[in-house]
Nanobody, 124 residues
Framework: QVQLVESGGGLVQAGGSLRLSCAAS????????MAWFRQAPGKEREFVAG????????RYADSVKGRFTVSRDKAVNTVYLQMNSLKPEDTAVYYC?????????????????WGQGTQVTVSS
């Protein structure tokens, strides 16, 4: 099984940056595709970014394209989300997710494992 623990959230001013980390445990992590989702108050959880098992393919939601970067380091079983030029509308709880498929999906239902989430708050 895979267990996921997010960290790196916090309070930042608009225009600032944060880097989220998702530490994974489990021998099969390297074969899993990973993704970041977020959920703002009163809204549904939405796809933010995904990365394939190899790290060679990524995808981003239109709302974060050009500002966020997803990456993974298999040596330390960690996935990252670098968030730059943050906006107040990026405020949400950010979740890391893993799928045993080697390729990412944008639908929540395709993911087998979830972290507990980390709060990101962007002030104007």
């Amino acid at each position: 099984q895979v267990q996921l623990v997010e960290s790196g959230g916090g309070l930042v001013q608009a225009g600032g940056s944060l880097r989220l980390s998702c530490a994974a445990s489990g021998r099969t992590f390297s074969s899993y595709a990973m993704a970041w989702f977020r959920q703002a108050p009163g809204k549904e959880r939405e796809f933010v970014a995904g990365i394939s098992w190899s790290g060679g393919s990524t995808r981003y939601a239109d709302s974060v394209k050009g500002r966020f970067t997803v990456s993974r380091d298999k040596a330390v079983n960690t996935v990252y989300l670098q968030m730059n030029s943050l906006k107040p509308e990026d405020t949400a709880v950010y979740y890391c997710a893993a799928t045993s498929s080697g390729y990412y999906y944008t639908q929540r239902s395709q993911y087998d494992h979830w972290g507990q989430g980390t709060q990101v708050t962007v002030s104007s």
